[in-house]
């Protein structure tokens, strides 16, 4: 049987690849904002690269955004 942590665990990594991120960006206190892109170890069901997609495990939110939004980094902050 797992842990509540290692599957917290499993769950980071498995949205980190689908966003396109680090694990610990979902752990961070400030949001993110990073680039869309498909990835051998992302849910194969996934329609990859995402326009938006926004996840969060409660401490702030990562967004999975597509390259052709310009600027879009300056504009969250």
């Given at each position: 049987?797992?842990?509540?942590?290692e599957?917290?665990?499993?769950?980071l990594?498995?949205?980190?690849?689908d966003?396109?991120?680090?694990?610990?960006?979902?752990?961070?206190?400030k949001n993110?904002?990073?680039?869309s892109?498909?990835?051998?170890?992302?849910?194969?069901?996934?329609?990859?690269?995402f326009?938006?997609?926004?996840?969060?495990?409660?401490?702030?939110?990562?967004?999975?955004?597509?390259g052709?939004?310009?600027n879009?980094?300056?504009?969250?902050?």
């Amino acid at each position: 049987m797992m842990t509540n942590q290692e599957i917290l665990s499993v769950a980071l990594a498995q949205s980190a690849a689908d966003s396109n991120c680090g694990p610990s960006d979902f752990l961070s206190d400030k949001n993110k904002v990073v680039i869309s892109a498909r990835r051998d170890d992302a849910r194969k069901y996934l329609v990859l690269p995402f326009c938006c997609d926004l996840t969060s495990y409660g401490n702030n939110i990562v967004a999975s955004v597509s390259g052709e939004i310009p600027n879009l980094a300056d504009e969250v902050k």
